[in-house]
């Protein structure tokens, strides 16, 4: 079986929590592994409204996600408080990717390390667009 694995970055740019909810759950009675995309959509609206933007308007571009990897590493269960460390890694010309580091918050455990290729995309025309500027000069500055 091959084994992808995400490289944690020196530096994260961002950190939340988030507390494991009942609807995250799966039948095996913990965090289910299709939350854990969802958690880190939660963890990545925060970050991008930290810098005053969203997912429609990082200086006029949105973002659109064109892959998702996910490294499991311990169960996570119900009431848990989660931690969300998020770093921004790899800036091209189109866009990014986000790397996320999960852990519980009670014993520091890592939950998971997850990472999103993200695109700047424009909506109207339904087509990737360049990475803006401002944001290269942005996010300069929360490093």
Same mark, same amino acid.
């Given at each position: 079986?091959?084994?992808?694995?995400?490289?944690?970055?020196?530096?994260? !740019?961002?950190?939340?929590?988030?507390? /494991?909810?009942?609807?995250?759950? !799966?039948?095996?009675?913990?965090?289910? !592994?299709?939350?854990?995309?969802?958690?880190?959509?939660?963890?990545?609206?925060?970050?991008?409204?930290?810098?005053?933007?969203?997912?429609?308007? @990082?200086?006029?571009? +949105?973002?659109?996600?064109?892959?998702?990897? /996910?490294?499991?590493?311990?169960?996570?269960?119900? +009431?848990?408080?989660?931690?969300?460390?998020?770093?921004?890694?790899?800036?091209?010309?189109? +866009?990014?990717?986000? @790397?996320?580091?999960? !852990?519980? /918050?009670?014993?520091?455990?890592?939950?998971?390390?997850?990472?999103?290729?993200?695109?700047?995309?424009?909506?109207?025309?339904?087509?990737?667009?360049?990475?803006?500027?401002?944001?290269?000069?942005?996010?300069?500055?929360?490093?």
């Amino acid at each position: 079986m091959s084994r992808l694995h995400i490289q944690q970055p020196d530096l994260w !740019n961002f950190h939340t929590q988030i507390t /494991v909810h009942i609807g995250d759950i !799966n039948y095996g009675n913990h965090l289910a !592994n299709d939350a854990v995309l969802r958690l880190c959509h939660e963890a990545r609206l925060r970050f991008l409204s930290s810098m005053n933007y969203s997912e429609l308007n @990082i200086e006029g571009a +949105g973002l659109i996600m064109l892959n998702a990897l /996910v490294e499991y590493k311990n169960q996570a269960y119900y +009431g848990d408080i989660l931690e969300f460390s998020i770093a921004i890694t790899d800036l091209s010309k189109t +866009g990014f990717n986000l @790397i996320y580091r999960i !852990n519980r /918050v009670k014993d520091g455990k890592i939950i998971a390390l997850a990472q999103t290729g993200m695109a700047f995309f424009d909506y109207n025309r339904q087509r990737i667009s360049r990475t803006p500027d401002s944001f290269r000069q942005r996010l300069n500055q929360v490093k």
